[in-house]
């Protein structure tokens, strides 16, 4: 697995549209073959997906994809926001994989980010009120190898 030296990482601003989710992939997908993490690619696409879409459908603000290495042969996907409310899917709560009760066709993006992430958690950013404020939503995947 080639390195590179500083390490490389990449954002993308995303705009309040319903096709930004699909463009991040997108772009996720191209950065991982530019680096030949290709097969990352199901895992981390998954993961960002859930992320973002999560993002457009439960903020009104703008939305950002951060995409950095955290190992060798490890990804971790972000999802920015400027919401400072952290989802309670992603908490401890909840046994691995389990959905909610109650739900239904909708809401189960978290719990697909809890069973398929080598590990996630949120970061809040700043204070409410300050232009910089915000979260961030994470999950990390690794590949595992033959």
Same mark, same amino acid.
């Given at each position: ?5 500083? #390490?490389?990482?990449? =954002? *993308? ?10 463009? !991040?992939?997108?772009? *996720? ?12 690619? #199901?895992?981390?696409? *998954? ?5 973002? =879409?999560?993002?457009?459908?439960? =903020?009104?603000?703008?939305? !950002? ?23 309670? +899917?992603?908490? %401890?709560? *909840?046994?691995?994989? %389990? ?11 978290? %719990?697909?980010?809890? !069973? ?9 950013? +700043?204070? #409410? ?16 190898? #033959?």
């Amino acid at each position: 697995m080639p390195t590179v030296s500083p #390490p490389w990482s990449y =954002t *993308l601003h995303l705009s309040r549209d319903p096709r930004s989710p699909g463009i !991040a992939r997108s772009t *996720l997908r191209c950065v991982l073959a530019a680096y030949e993490l290709g097969e990352l690619a #199901p895992t981390a696409e *998954l993961l960002a997906s859930e992320l973002l =879409t999560n993002a457009h459908v439960h =903020t009104s603000g703008p939305y !950002a994809l951060h995409i950095r290495p955290v190992g060798a042969g490890q990804l971790r996907v972000g999802v920015w926001d400027k919401d400072v409310t952290i989802p309670s +899917g992603l908490g %401890a709560g *909840l046994v691995h994989g %389990a959905m909610p009760h109650g739900a239904c066709e909708g809401g189960r993006g978290l %719990a697909l980010v809890r !069973a398929y992430a080598d590990s996630w958690g949120a970061s809040l950013l +700043g204070q #409410p009120g300050e232009s910089s404020c915000g979260k961030v939503l994470w999950a990390e995947c690794g590949w595992r190898g #033959p």
